[in-house]
């Protein structure tokens, strides 16, 4: 057994009084006394969440556009200036889904994030996919990344930032600001506004207790599990994976499927899959009485057929449980989950579940 590897941000994280586990093969703060209140501080003013346990994958050479164009699903093709994002899922030639990712358009070429626990998979199959291209990849682990999220969470940087505080207010949902070594990017994973910055990793510490002392509140990985959840946010490994095909999971809004002739990694297996029609879909599940929807309940859908909850939790937000579901495709509005070997009525809904804060479905 390998140790854990650890985040720059590791004795701040113990400072701080957390709670640390194995996640991923990294040590990471679970929480820091209270995951109730951590997902309380998000929801309704600003906390930050170590996410240097990511890889950042810096892609350069003359042919990287067109590596990337085959590579992934979405077209990179979209990001018309320096800083845009895109989010796309990065697929096998069978259609299922290596990894759920960001890329950025750079002056360089561009910036990849990919997750933690998918890093060394991820990797060597961007190498095996390299044969032909002129394009080289730089893993940045020079860099930490910090999330800061909640409704406070942009002016609480700014208060820290006064010198890039019009140009990172000026930034749109998904755009990204480079400033020397550091960037920018107004992307999150909670279903609030905010940020997620890249910071070489000796300078990380200090940003991290500058963030402190202007009032953000550092937050673990438990409250980052149900507040994206409740933001009907995929994870990795739990709603998709290499099992499973984008269109299945959700995720068909990040398939760019014009222009007609590029042809990315499992597009043909994709395009088999509508005509044949696609047999699951992605749902939220609402269970407003007790008890408590899991990952790997089984979901009933009378006359239809079964699915599975793929992540569901007890939501701090609505105060009861909600899930998201792999379900057959002919699903309704109602459907039974197999709690302890009670069929239970649960709603079917479209996510998410809370966006800034508020509840948001029917």
């Keep these: 057994m390998t140790a854990p590897k650890r985040t720059p941000l590791y004795e701040a994280h113990l400072a701080a009084g957390a709670k640390m586990v194995d996640f991923a093969g990294w040590e990471m703060p679970i929480h820091y006394g209270s995951q109730l209140k951590e997902h309380e501080i998000v929801r309704t003013d600003a906390g930050m969440f170590d996410v240097s346990h990511m890889t950042v994958v810096d892609i350069t050479g003359s042919d990287a556009k067109a590596w990337l164009q085959k590579l992934i699903a979405n077209d990179v093709a979209k990001l018309g200036f320096e800083g845009k994002a895109l989010y796309s899922g990065m697929l096998t030639p069978e259609g299922t889904v290596v990894d759920d990712l960001i890329v950025y358009l750079t002056s360089y070429g561009y910036r990849m994030v990919v997750n933690a626990g998918t890093t060394e998979k991820d990797l060597a199959w961007m190498e095996t996919q390299k044969a032909g291209f002129d394009v080289a990849l730089k893993v940045r682990r020079d860099l930490a990344m910090l999330a800061v999220q909640g409704p406070q969470a942009i002016d609480k940087v700014c208060a820290v930032k006064p010198e890039l ?66 933001a009907g946010m995929n994870l990795y490994g739990h709603d998709m994976d290499e099992t499973v095909s984008p269109l299945e999971a959700g995720m068909g809004w990040t398939i760019a499927w014009e222009p007609a002739e590029r042809k990315f990694n499992g597009r043909e297996a994709l395009e088999a899959q509508k005509a044949a029609g696609v047999k699951m879909k992605q749902v939220g599940l609402v269970l407003e009485g007790r ?24 939501s701090p937000t609505l105060k009861h449980s909600v899930a998201i579901a792999r379900v057959p495709a002919a699903t309704g509005a109602a459907a039974q989950v197999d709690l302890r070997g009670t069929l239970t009525d649960v709603r079917v809904v479209k996510m998410p579940f809370v966006r800034n804060g508020k509840k948001v479905f029917e």
């Excluded at 790997?296 to 699915?307: A, C, F, P």
């Design 291 to 314: 008890g408590v929807l899991r990952e790997g309940l089984k979901v009933v859908v009378e006359g239809v057929g079964e699915g599975v909850i793929t992540s569901g939790t007890f």
């Design 165 to 230: 505080a019009d140009a990172i207010r000026a930034l749109k949902v998904f755009q990204g600001l480079p400033q020397d070594e550091w960037f920018y990017a107004r992307t999150g994973y909670t279903g609030e506004d905010g940020l997620e910055i890249m910071v070489p990793a000796d300078q990380a510490v200090s940003f991290f207790n500058q963030l402190q002392a202007a009032g953000v509140s550092p937050i673990g990985l438990g409250a980052r599990d149900t507040l994206r959840l409740e």
